[in-house]
C-alpha cells in the first residue's frame, strides 16, 4: 500500500492520551481480555453480486467469505446509495427514516435527517450505550459536506474519529472532512488515490486507537461507483472481460412497467460498447478494495486482535450493465438491482458456511448493536439481528420470509433536450433516449424468500397501478411476469401484506409473513 498522509498531528495526539488514559483506568491486560468484540464493517458501492461483482475480490472471499459466513439471499431495502446507507445506519426502511433519494430534497443527509436520525443511528448507541471508540472512513451519504447540510465542518453524532467524504463517490480530486476539518486531495495515485487512503487511516485508527476499549469501524469505499478510475497498476486488468450475457441481457422487457418497456432492443453498438468497458472499470477498481480487505485483516491479526473481531463485508446495492436493456444503472425492483454480496467472519462463526436465509441491509444495525450486548427491542429499528444465524441457533421455520423493497423514482419537470419525444419527467437518459429512471419509477415490493417459495410482489405507484410478480424458482432472471395470471387469492393476500409492511414501524416489521411457518395458524 502506498504512502498516503496521515491524521493531523492533533488527532493523534488525542488518540494516544486515550490510550493512556484507559490504560489507568482499565487496569491493564485483564481489561483488554475480558472486553467486548470489535467490529468492522466494510461497505462498497454498487457492487453487485448477480453479475459476478465478487470475481475480483479473491483475498476477501478467502479472508472473510471462506473464513465466516456468506449469505446467498441478502437484499437492500432501497436500490439507491442514500436510501439504502440511511437504512443500514438507522437500521429502518425508507418510509421511516424518510430518505428519498441522493438530493437534499430527499432528505439525503439534510439538516431533517441530522436532526431526526443521526443520534439513534447503531454508531451513536454503540458509542453512547456500549462504550465503544468508532472510526467512519469513506462515503457516507451523497450529499454529506454539502453547505446546506452544515459543510464538512459537520460531524454526525456517534463517530469517536471522522473521515469522511464531501459529496458523492471519487477516486482523485476531493476533500475529506478529517474530524470537521477539510483536507483536500488531488490527483497523485501515491497519496490520493482514496481507496488507499482509506485503508492507510484505518491503519493508523488500529495503530493508535485505545487498546482497552472495543472498536467499530466502518470503511466505505467508493469502488466500484463510477467513474471507475482504477489504480495504475490494474489499469490493464480484464482487458478481454465482457459483462455477462445472461438471459436477462439485451432483451426487451415487454410485460414490465413503461420504464423498463420503453428501453430499445436490441440495444445500441455503442451502447453494447460502452457498458462492456464499464463493467471492466468496475471490476478493476475492486481490485483495490481487495488490497484494502487484505491489508486490514493482516493488520488485525499482526495485532492478536483478528480472533476477537467481527469483519461485514457488504453493498449499498447492486447494478445492471444490459439487463432488459437498461445500459447502466441501479434504481429497478429487480435482483440484480436489489440482492447484494454480505460475508460475516468474527468469533462464534464457523468457517465456510453458507446460508440462504433472507437478511436485509435494515439487519446490519440490529446485527452489530446485538454483537455489542445492546437490546434491540429498546431501540427505532425495523430490523432484526442475524447474529443467531451466524451462530447456528436458528433455523429457516422461525426465521423470517419477507421484507418491504421501496423506491420513490426522481425525475425532471421538463423533457430532456435531447429526448424531447419522452416528455417530462424521467431523468438518467443516454444519449439514445434510454432513460433509468421517472418520477413514476415509483414502486414497493415484497420479495418472499421461504423453503415453499420465492416469490416478488410488486406495485407501482402510478396511473395504471401497474402491478409485477416473479415466481423467482422457475424464473430466476424475471422474464415473465406473471400478475395476470397468477392466482387471484395470491395477488390479494400479497397486496394486504404490501399494505401492511409500508406502514410498519419497529417490532410490527417483524410479523410473519403470508409464507412464514409461524402464520400458518392465522390462515
Same mark, same amino acid.
Given at each position: 500500500?502506498? #504512502? ?21 483506568? #482499565? ?20 457492487? *453487485? ?48 427514516? +424518510? ?33 465503544? @471508540? ?22 454526525? &453524532? ?25 483536507? $483536500?486531495?488531488? #490527483? ?10 482509506? %485503508? ?8 493508535? $486507537? #485505545?487498546?482497552?476499549? &472495543? ?7 467508493? %469502488? ?9 497498476? !490494474? ?26 418497456? @420503453? ?17 471492466? $472499470? ?7 478494495? *481487495? ?13 492478536? =486482535? ?28 429487480? =435482483?440484480? /438491482? ?12 464457523? %468457517? ?29 429499528? /425495523? ?7 451466524? =451462530? ?13 423493497? =421501496? !423506491? ?8 430532456? &433536450? ?24 415509483? !414502486? ?17 405507484? /402510478? ?12 424464473? &430466476?432472471?424475471?422474464? $415473465?411476469?406473471? %400478475? ?33 411457518? +409461524? ?5
Amino acid at each position: 500500500m502506498c #504512502s498516503t498522509g496521515s491524521f493531523p498531528l492533533q488527532l493523534l495526539n488525542c488518540l494516544l492520551i486515550c490510550v493512556t488514559l484507559w490504560s489507568c483506568l #482499565s487496569g491493564g491486560a485483564s481489561a483488554k481480555s475480558n472486553r467486548r468484540p470489535n467490529i468492522v464493517l466494510i461497505l462498497t458501492d454498487d457492487l *453487485d453480486v448477480a453479475m459476478g461483482g465478487l470475481t475480483p475480490l479473491k483475498k476477501t472471499k478467502k479472508l472473510i467469505g471462506d473464513a465466516g459466513v456468506s449469505f446467498t439471499n441478502a437484499f437492500v431495502a432501497s436500490p439507491l446509495c442514500c436510501p439504502s446507507r440511511a437504512s443500514i445506519l438507522t437500521g429502518k426502511y425508507p418510509h421511516n427514516h +424518510r430518505v428519498t433519494n441522493n438530493t437534499l430534497e430527499g432528505n439525503c443527509s439534510s439538516k431533517a435527517w441530522q436532526k431526526s436520525e443521526e443520534a439513534t443511528t447503531f454508531p451513536a448507541l454503540l458509542k453512547a450505550h456500549a462504550d465503544y @471508540q468508532t472510526f467512519f472512513a469513506g462515503k457516507y451519504l451523497n450529499q454529506y459536506g454539502h453547505a446546506q447540510a452544515g459543510g464538512v465542518e459537520h460531524i454526525p &453524532p456517534g463517530w469517536s474519529f471522522w473521515v469522511g467524504l464531501e459529496k458523492n463517490s471519487k477516486y482523485y480530486n476531493y476533500t475529506l472532512s478529517v474530524n470537521g476539518k477539510a483536507q $483536500k486531495h488531488g #490527483s497523485d495515485y501515491s497519496k490520493d488515490y482514496l481507496t488507499d487512503v482509506l %485503508a492507510n487511516m484505518s491503519l493508523e485508527f488500529l495503530q493508535y $486507537k #485505545s487498546s482497552y476499549q &472495543p472498536f467499530f469501524m466502518m470503511v466505505s469505499t467508493p %469502488a466500484p461507483h463510477s467513474p471507475w478510475t482504477a489504480a495504475p497498476q !490494474y489499469q490493464n486488468s480484464f482487458n478481454s472481460t465482457k459483462a455477462p450475457r445472461d438471459p436477462n441481457f439485451n432483451v426487451h422487457g415487454k410485460d414490465k412497467h413503461w420504464l423498463i418497456r @420503453q428501453a430499445k432492443t436490441p440495444m445500441s453498438n455503442s451502447s453494447v460498447q460502452f457498458l462492456d468497458d464499464a463493467f471492466r $472499470k468496475r471490476w478493476r477498481t475492486l481490485l483495490s478494495v *481487495d488490497d484494502l480487505v487484505e491489508t486490514l485483516v493482516k493488520r488485525l491479526e499482526i495485532r492478536g =486482535e483478528l480472533d476477537n473481531t467481527y469483519i461485514f463485508f457488504t453493498s449499498d446495492n447492486g447494478y445492471h450493465t444490459g439487463q432488459f436493456s437498461l445500459p447502466l444503472d441501479k434504481r429497478q425492483l429487480y =435482483e440484480f /438491482d436489489i440482492r447484494v454480496p454480505l460475508m460475516v467472519r468474527g468469533p462464534q462463526i464457523k %468457517a465456510n458456511q453458507t446460508s440462504q436465509m433472507l437478511v436485509a441491509n435494515i439487519d446490519l444495525g440490529p446485527t452489530i448493536l446485538d454483537i455489542a450486548g445492546i437490546d434491540v427491542n429498546k431501540t427505532q429499528m /425495523d430490523g432484526v439481528s442475524f447474529l443467531p444465524i451466524m =451462530e447456528g441457533k436458528v433455523n429457516s421455520s422461525s426465521w423470517r420470509t419477507d421484507f418491504l423493497v =421501496e !423506491y420513490e423514482g426522481e425525475g425532471r419537470n421538463v423533457s430532456d &433536450p435531447a429526448c424531447p419525444l419522452l416528455g417530462p419527467g424521467v431523468s438518467e437518459c443516454f444519449p439514445d433516449c434510454v432513460c433509468e429512471d421517472a418520477f413514476n419509477n415509483t !414502486y414497493a415490493c415484497v420479495r418472499t424468500v421461504a423453503p415453499s417459495v420465492s416469490l416478488q410482489y410488486c406495485e407501482f405507484d /402510478d396511473n395504471e397501478v401497474f402491478v409485477e410478480v416473479y415466481n423467482m424458482t422457475a424464473d &430466476p432472471f424475471q422474464l $415473465k411476469n406473471i %400478475a395476470k395470471t397468477i392466482d387471484q387469492e395470491v395477488l390479494e393476500k400479497m397486496n394486504h401484506r404490501l399494505m401492511m409492511l409500508q406502514s410498519c414501524a419497529k417490532q410490527s416489521c417483524r410479523t410473519p409473513g403470508v409464507y412464514d411457518p +409461524r402464520s400458518v395458524r392465522h390462515r
